[in-house]
């Protein structure tokens, strides 16, 4: 059933364009949940659940790495477009019209409407348990994903989409309290209720465990709020499981790899070399992930743009059917390296810097092949400074540096005017203006 009503999947997704895609300047309210689309029979789920996958991984996925990749200096700007360049400015220069911040919003609220009626669906078609259990799981962790991603971008995020564009937005530690309870919520019901066959053959795809997964982004949002216990168990769930699948993003010809389309299939944006990293963070000689990650010398991004050194595009984004992983096994490691040294478990915390740094049989690939840290392992300061190092170049266009930057740097001091060489920009973005036009209830934009 993998191509199950193929012709469901394309009903739905005329109808989410018709209410959602809209010109650059007119956007339809992006805050109406896609009830138009909650279906009410089991294939009509099935179709739902496998349109959300294809949604999110072209095209979510490339505004929750590409803004936060210029605003934190991992991608150069390579062409005039207005919207990449004012992300690249960013400081008080950022407009909230700008289709730079209006792209991932808008996108990010699409596809936690789609979650959101998943949700809802699974709840009253009637279903198996274990295809019950699996569709709740799969729409709880999308939409948690997509929670987590609005929470690095903006100060504040709506929870639940609303059918009058009036969603209450709610702060940042609301909202990862309700991505952990989602992906409890999603690890527990898989727990007492295993997904059924039906389920795993047509919902999921091969290059995935939705149980690892699960953990994988329960660990990430745990260490976000400060729960280092919880982070660590979560990770080990994860590094421990006898389920040998890297979970991945796959693409073909009509479904491209979206990175790769916006640093090797067009002339807009190149990785920054030394991976944007400046100072003591700049990678080591020597260091594998650099030509995993970056090919030749590209020449350098726009002088209004900041001008640095580019390279070449590989690694995850190499070809257009290149897969991309939905998390990195070194997060995981990294995770525990955090959370360890924030509750001054420094011998722990280094060990697991010496697993990343030591790696070199990486499941995707991603080995350091680094000699073990030599710096002063009874100084937290100077290991955390290690961890932040090795996430940047480990976790590279993921999406989770500008999130890194302000937990690990929270006093550095963001300028108001533009700037296009510190190590971050914003300290969040303005909400879009077309969330204020349509949402009373969306809160005053932040200084920067």
């Not at 465990?209 to 949002?221: G, M």
């Not at 709020?225 to 010809?253: F, H, Q, R």
């Not at 070194?330 to 995770?335: F, S, V």
């Given at each position: 059933?993998?191509?199950i009503?193929i012709?469901?999947?394309?009903?739905?997704?005329?109808i989410?364009?018709?209410?959602?895609?809209?010109?650059?300047?007119?956007?339809?309210?992006?805050?109406?949940p896609?009830?138009?689309?909650?279906?009410?029979?089991?294939?009509?789920?099935?179709?739902?659940?496998?349109?959300?996958?294809?949604?999110?991984?072209?095209?979510?996925?490339?505004?929750?790495?590409e803004?936060?990749?210029?605003?934190?200096?991992?991608?150069?700007?390579t062409?005039?477009?207005?919207?990449?360049?004012?992300?690249?400015?960013?400081?008080?220069e950022?407009?909230?019209?700008?289709?730079?911040?209006?792209?991932?919003?808008?996108?990010?609220?699409?596809a936690?409407?789609?979650?959101?009626?998943?949700?809802?669906?699974?709840?009253t078609?009637?279903?198996?348990?274990?295809?019950?259990?699996?569709?709740?799981?799969?729409?709880?962790?999308?939409?948690a994903?997509c929670?987590?991603?609005?929470?690095?971008?903006?100060?504040?995020?709506?929870?639940?989409?609303?059918?009058?564009?009036?969603?209450?937005?709610?702060e940042?530690?609301?909202?990862?309290?309700e991505?952990?309870?989602?992906l409890?919520?999603?690890?527990?019901?898989?727990?007492?209720?295993?997904?059924?066959?039906?389920?795993?053959?047509?919902?999921?795809?091969?290059?995935?465990?939705?149980?690892?997964?699960?953990?994988?982004?329960?660990?990430?949002?745990?260490?976000?709020?400060?729960?280092?216990?919880?982070?660590?168990?979560?990770?080990?769930?994860?590094?421990?499981d006898?389920?040998?699948?890297?979970?991945?993003?796959?693409?073909?010809?009509?479904?491209?790899?979206?990175?790769?389309?916006?640093?090797?299939?067009s002339?807009?944006?190149?990785?920054q070399?030394n991976f944007?990293?400046?100072?003591?963070?700049?990678p080591?000689?020597?260091?594998?992930?650099?030509?995993?990650?970056?090919?030749?010398?590209?020449?350098?991004a726009n002088?209004d743009?900041?001008?640095?050194?580019?390279?070449?595009?590989?690694?995850?984004?190499?070809?257009?059917?290149?897969?991309?992983?939905?998390?990195?096994?070194?997060?995981m490691?990294?995770n525990?390296?955090?959370?360890?040294?924030?509750?001054?478990q420094?011998?722990?915390?280094?060990?697991?810097?010496?697993?990343?740094?030591?790696?070199?049989?990486?499941p995707?690939?991603?080995?350091?092949?680094?000699?073990?840290?030599t710096?002063?392992?009874?100084?937290?300061?100077?290991?955390?400074?290690?961890?932040?190092?090795?996430?940047?170049?480990?976790?590279f266009?993921?999406g989770?540096?500008?999130?890194?930057?302000?937990?690990?740097?929270?006093?550095?001091?963001?300028?108001?005017e533009?700037?296009t060489?510190?190590?971050?920009?914003?300290e969040?973005?303005?909400?879009?203006?077309?969330?204020?036009?349509?949402?009373?209830?969306?809160?005053?934009?932040?200084?920067?």
């Amino acid at each position: 059933m993998k191509n199950i009503k193929i012709y469901s999947i394309i009903t739905i997704f005329l109808i989410i364009n018709s209410v959602f895609v809209a010109c650059d300047t007119e956007f339809e309210n992006p805050n109406n949940p896609t009830e138009q689309v909650v279906l009410e029979t089991k294939d009509g789920l099935f179709a739902l659940a496998t349109g959300i996958r294809q949604y999110y991984s072209v095209n979510v996925l490339r505004q929750v790495v590409e803004a936060p990749g210029i605003t934190t200096r991992e991608l150069g700007v390579t062409n005039t477009f207005l919207n990449i360049n004012e992300l690249a400015k960013g400081g008080a220069e950022l407009p909230p019209e700008s289709g730079g911040i209006t792209n991932p919003w808008v996108n990010l609220l699409r596809a936690k409407g789609m979650a959101e009626s998943l949700i809802e669906g699974a709840n009253t078609v009637e279903l198996t348990a274990g295809t019950r259990s699996g569709l709740l799981a799969y729409g709880h962790l999308f939409k948690a994903m997509c929670l987590g991603a609005m929470i690095q971008m903006f100060e504040q995020a709506p929870i639940n989409n609303s059918a009058d564009g009036e969603a209450p937005f709610s702060e940042r530690a609301l909202v990862l309290a309700e991505c952990i309870s989602l992906l409890e919520g999603a690890r527990d019901v898989l727990a007492a209720t295993p997904m059924s066959d039906e389920f795993k053959s047509t919902v999921l795809w091969a290059d995935v465990s939705l149980p690892k997964t699960i953990n994988a982004f329960l660990s990430r949002y745990q260490l976000w709020s400060g729960n280092y216990s919880e982070a660590i168990s979560a990770a080990d769930a994860v590094l421990n499981d006898s389920d040998a699948t890297n979970s991945m993003w796959i693409y073909d010809a009509n479904n491209q790899n979206p990175i790769w389309n916006r640093t090797v299939n067009s002339t807009d944006l190149k990785p920054q070399t030394n991976f944007g990293l400046l100072g003591t963070f700049v990678p080591e000689a020597g260091d594998g992930r650099i030509a995993f990650y970056l090919g030749a010398d590209a020449g350098f991004a726009n002088a209004d743009a900041g001008g640095q050194a580019i390279s070449e595009m590989l690694g995850f984004a190499a070809t257009g059917t290149t897969s991309v992983p939905i998390y990195l096994p070194g997060e995981m490691m990294l995770n525990k390296a955090e959370a360890y040294a924030r509750q001054d478990q420094l011998d722990n915390a280094v060990t697991q810097i010496d697993l990343v740094r030591q790696k070199n049989d990486d499941p995707l690939g991603v080995n350091a092949n680094l000699a073990a840290w030599t710096g002063n392992a009874s100084s937290q300061t100077e290991i955390l400074d290690e961890i932040y190092k090795n996430r940047s170049i480990e976790l590279f266009l993921t999406g989770l540096r500008w999130g890194d930057n302000k937990r690990f740097f929270p006093n550095f001091s963001v300028p108001v005017e533009a700037n296009t060489t510190n190590q971050r920009n914003r300290e969040f973005y303005p909400y879009p203006t077309v969330e204020r036009e349509n949402n009373p209830n969306t809160p005053a934009n932040p200084s920067i």
